[in-house]
């Protein structure tokens, strides 16, 4: 019987797709992230390039923002019970 080894070389990770939420529009501290992460310096003098730099690093900090909320928020419903 043949010995089969799958070192996973061939398996290719797709980032998870970001996404937004409408009710993060009313959560404190969203538009300072967003102002934060928009007005960063970019060394990019391309018009395209500088708006890739922006739009990924938004994105970033929106998803770490993001995160910090759910937590904060499942911290509040676990002291609730």
Not at 25 to 31: A, D, F, M
Not at 50 to 72: C, G, P, T, Y
Not at 74 to 79: I, S, V
């Amino acid at each position: 019987m043949p010995l089969v080894i799958n070192f996973g070389l061939d398996q290719t990770f797709k980032p998870s797709p970001s996404h937004f939420d409408k009710w993060w529009l009313e959560k404190e501290g969203y538009r300072e992230v967003v102002q934060r992460a928009w007005n960063t310096h970019c060394s990019y003098t391309d018009p395209l390039d500088m708006w890739q730099f922006k739009i990924r690093f938004l994105r970033k900090k929106l998803k770490d923002w993001a995160i910090n909320v759910h937590a904060e928020i499942k911290k509040g419903e676990n002291q609730a019970d």
